[in-house]
C-alpha cells in the first residue's frame, strides 16, 4: 500500500543508468535468498532468486551477487527504466529453518 | 500473482468486531501464509500452513487464527478486532518449506 516503507532508504537513478540495491543479512547460516519488487498498492513480486553455493546469477535485466564473507546481497538492475519505480527488499532463509525472514527494503525512483 | 487472490481487497470494521479474510489460490501449492505489513516492520508473519488443517504460528499471532479445510483456501480470523491490527495483509503460497514464495495483491484492513 501506499503507507508502506514511510522511511524507508532511497536510491534515485536517472533512467537508462544501472541501479544497484544493496541488502545486510545477519544470519551467517542462510542458505536462500530472494530479491522481491512491490509497486504501490500491489503485493510483493518475486523477482530472482540464490542459493548459498553460488556467487552471481543473472535473469533478464536483472543480476544477483552474493557476498557471504561479508553477509551482503546486491541487486543489479540495467538500463533501469520508468517502471522500475518500487521498494525492492531482500529476504533470507536459515538452513533448515521453515520460513524467510524479510528486510525492509530500499525505494528505487527513477529520473526522467 | 501467480494465481493468487484475496477477499476483500479493502475493508472498514469497528474495534471489537470479528473479520475474516480469505485467500485462495490455483496452484495447488502446499503452503500458504498470511503476513501483515506495516510502516518501519516490514513484512510479518502472523500463521502459515503447510497442509490442509495443518497449521503454525508466525512471529506475531496473537489476536489473529486461521483455518485451512481446503488446499486451496487459507482463511485469517480477527476474532475481536483491534486498532492494533489496522493493516495491509498478504497472503502468499509456496511449493516447498521456506522455499520461494508467491505473494497475493493485499488486502488493506482499517479498524476504526
Known amino acids: 500500500g501506499e503507507n508502506v516503507g514511510l522511511h524507508l532508504p532511497t536510491l534515485s537513478v536517472q533512467e537508462g543508468d544501472n541501479s544497484i540495491i544493496n541488502c545486510a543479512y545477519s544470519?551467517?547460516?542462510?542458505?536462500?535468498f530472494i530479491w522481491y519488487k512491490q509497486e504501490s498498492g500491489k503485493g510483493p513480486q518475486f523477482i530472482i532468486d540464490?542459493?548459498?553455493?553460488?556467487d552471481k546469477r543473472q535473469g533478464q535485466r536483472v543480476t544477483v551477487l552474493l557476498n557471504k564473507t561479508v553477509k551482503h546481497l546486491s541487486l543489479q538492475i540495467a538500463a533501469t527504466q520508468p517502471g522500475d519505480s518500487a521498494v525492492y527488499f531482500c529476504?533470507?532463509?536459515?538452513?533448515?529453518?521453515?520460513?524467510?525472514?524479510f528486510g525492509q527494503g530500499t525505494r528505487l525512483t527513477i529520473n526522467p | 500473482d501467480a494465481g493468487i487472490t484475496q477477499s476483500p481487497r479493502h475493508k472498514v470494521t469497528e474495534t471489537g468486531t470479528p473479520v475474516t479474510l480469505r485467500c485462495h489460490q490455483t496452484?495447488?501449492?502446499?503452503?500458504m501464509y498470511w503476513y501483515r505489513q506495516d510502516p518501519g516492520h516490514g513484512l510479518r508473519l502472523i500463521h502459515y500452513s503447510y497442509g490442509v488443517k495443518d497449521t503454525d504460528k508466525g512471529e506475531v499471532s496473537d489476536g489473529y487464527s486461521v483455518s485451512r479445510s481446503k488446499t486451496e483456501d487459507f482463511l485469517l480470523t480477527l476474532e475481536s478486532a483491534t486498532s492494533s491490527q489496522t493493516s495491509v495483509y498478504f497472503c502468499?503460497?509456496?511449493?516447498?518449506?521456506?522455499?520461494?514464495?508467491?505473494f497475493g495483491p493485499g488486502t488493506r484492513l482499517t479498524v476504526l
Open positions: 540464490i542459493r548459498s553455493n553460488m
Open positions: 496452484e495447488n501449492h502446499r503452503y
Open positions: 544470519n551467517s547460516a542462510s542458505d536462500y
Open positions: 529476504a533470507e532463509k536459515g538452513q533448515g529453518a521453515q520460513k524467510l525472514v
Open positions: 502468499a503460497i509456496g511449493l516447498a518449506r521456506g522455499d520461494t514464495q508467491y
